[in-house]
């Protein structure tokens, strides 16, 4: 006779389910956009294709922000396939763009910045799962710091400081920590609000959004570090 669990230990099995769903397709993305940056940056062709033409270079940037917004705000519009799959087709355009590391900077430096994230990603997660506090009010707060750093980024892009760059990068680092253990107790919240019996393709769609989130809180987060910690090529 199957044991029926307590309510109890429903709520920890579709919670439990949920956040492994969420972290398993973050990985799932950022391996891909790994796999991705280490290929094209050893294929010339391609290398020359994206970054000696800025028309396909723009354009797609341009894909993967319309691929982020259309994730993030019409997520309960698209079948679950659909979120799905553009989920990981950003995640190989990201590849794409962020091939550049791997001629810019040493692999030794990339590697062991990677480690120094994947450990300070981990450490902000477990805090904002772990904490009673709540995080809202600080989400707002590093929201407007995020919105500084794009534009001091774009404003940086004009007149080429490399202090302005390191400053960018430090403030970023914390703006990114912060946005972890935010978006790691927004995570939670949403696991727990989850009714018993919810369609699975419901539940596909917000483990996809989460791990749009965490994914690029990761992505930004290895981006300050490496301008921090990274050793250029000579």
């Known amino acids: 006779m199957e044991t ?3 309510p109890k230990q429903r709520t920890e099995v579709l919670v439990n389910g949920f956040v492994r769903s969420v972290y398993n397709w973050m990985c ?7 796999f991705i940056a280490f290929y094209v940056s050893g294929n010339e062709t391609i290398m020359r294709l994206v970054f000696g033409n800025q028309i396909i270079f723009f354009g797609i940037i341009i894909a993967e922000l319309a691929l982020v917004f259309s ?3 019409m997520v309960n519009k698209m079948s679950a396939g659909t979120a799905t799959g553009l989920f990981v087709l950003y995640s190989a355009l990201n590849g794409v763009t962020l091939s ?3 001629l810019a900077y040493t692999r030794a430096s990339i590697y062991s910045t990677f480690f120094i994230c994947s450990a300070t990603f981990l450490a902000c997660s477990i805090y904002g799962w772990t904490t009673k506090r709540d995080l809202t009010s600080l989400g707002g707060f590093l929201m407007m710091g995020l919105i500084g750093i794009i534009i001091a980024t774009v404003v940086n892009m004009f007149i080429r400081s490399s202090a302005m760059s390191m400053v960018v990068s430090y403030i970023g680092v914390f703006v990114f920590v912060g946005l972890t253990a935010y978006d790691t107790q927004k995570l ?15 539940v596909r769609k917000g483990a996809i959004l989460g791990a ?3 994914y690029l809180d990761f992505i930004n987060l290895f981006l300050m570090l490496l301008r921090i910690f990274g050793a250029g090529r000579d």
């Open 100 to 102: 550049f590391i791997f």
């Open 71 to 73: 994730i993030a705000g």
């Open 212 to 214: 749009l989130s965490l």
């Open 4 to 6: 029926v669990p307590l």
């Open 28 to 34: 799932i993305g950022l391996a891909l956009t790994g």
């Open 188 to 202: 939670k919240n949403m696991a727990l609000s989850q009714p018993d019996g919810l369609d699975g393709a419901v």
